[in-house]
DNA sequence: TTCTGTTGACTGACCAGTCGGTCATTTATT
DNA sequence: AATAAATGACCGACTGGTCAGTCAACAGAA
């Protein structure tokens, strides 16, 4: 409901009726909407760190089609994030939002880091093997990269026609290009 | 008091108080809240395109020189923008908000084509020039570029050590490197 | 009977938008 | 120049409505 009406447009009536429970039941499990907010905020975040840790386990393979995989598995993410997406916009007014400011800005810093740290380590290892060139810096590429998916998705949203997936893999293979030693 | 306090946390009274003039005569000049919060959006719109428009001027410079120009402008805008930043989450969250979704989403919509535009012309300049390889799609890679500055910010919202014109800096070097011919 | 979990009516705070009215400035009249 | 009439920017008290959170009451199990 917070995805379909955003935090505001949702009040905790409408979410005890399609919950089929009462008001007061709700309080009995969050101890305020805010609490009840932040609870989503967690799940959505483990159920795409999920994806994450999943699709760079294909070991074996080189640094660049591991990048590779975790771009197509991010990516096609998409379709069934789609209609969820909205939910990280009010993420991020939440973050913003004066009331809640503390515990999403945190959250979302540590999200960052941790995502950032699992491309950075891919590159690292890219740079080891002796794929990749010695003189760029693994952490700036990695925190462009993670920020280059999240605002695909992004610009998806409010464009139909925009496909993430093509327009990613397209990136990605300059990016690697450039990443590679020549 | 948008960017303070966000659009629900901001009340016209408040707004009035603000601006030491009446509530009523708030509405003398906007029909509505919403209204109001768009004007902001448009004056915000207006202020960032003009940032962008001026910096691509250089040139005579190469492809690559200039997009470094382009991408210093707009980084360096970061710590003048810090502030209102949050302007834009609040904006997002708008659009994906089922009210005011529509003149949100289409002028956002318009807005990320008009920069991508930007952006992929100066890659096709690039290309025309004999700079730039053949065989990459300019579009792409201005929609991942366009992308990559959104979520810098973003990012740097989140986390204050994080500096996004060094990053930006190190990776649009990386992306320039496999953007030229080998 | 007691305990646990549930409920929804109720409350108090808040707030967008309205409207009748004020008053300084401008325009018309004498 | 002096007076009267018209204007419209400005105001804030008020209305109608919303909603988060509370709590007394209820139902079912043990």
Do not use: H
């Amino acid at each position: 409901m917070f995805a379909q009406n955003g935090y505001t447009g949702t009040s905790v009536a409408d979410i005890a009726a399609r919950a089929d429970i009462g008001k007061g039941t709700i309080y009995e499990y969050f101890n305020s909407k805010e609490d009840l907010f932040f609870a989503v905020f967690e799940w959505y975040c483990k159920k795409t760190g999920a994806a994450v840790t999943v699709s760079i386990s294909v070991l074996g393979a080189s640094a660049a089609q591991r990048l590779d995989a975790l771009n197509g598995s991010l990516m096609s993410l998409w379709d069934e994030i789609k209609d969820v997406f909205v939910l990280v916009m009010e993420f991020w007014a939440a973050a913003s939002s004066s009331k809640m400011r503390q515990r999403f800005q945190i959250a979302f810093k540590q999200l960052y880091q941790d995502f950032r740290r699992i491309v950075s380590d891919l590159i690292v290892d890219g740079i080891s093997r002796g794929e990749f060139r010695e003189d760029i810096d693994p952490e700036a590429v990695a925190a462009a990269l993670v920020g280059t998916w999240d605002a695909l998705f992004l610009q998806a949203w409010f464009d139909p026609i925009f496909d993430p997936l093509e327009i990613s893999q397209k990136f990605l293979a300059v990016v690697i290009q450039g990443l590679k030693k020549s």
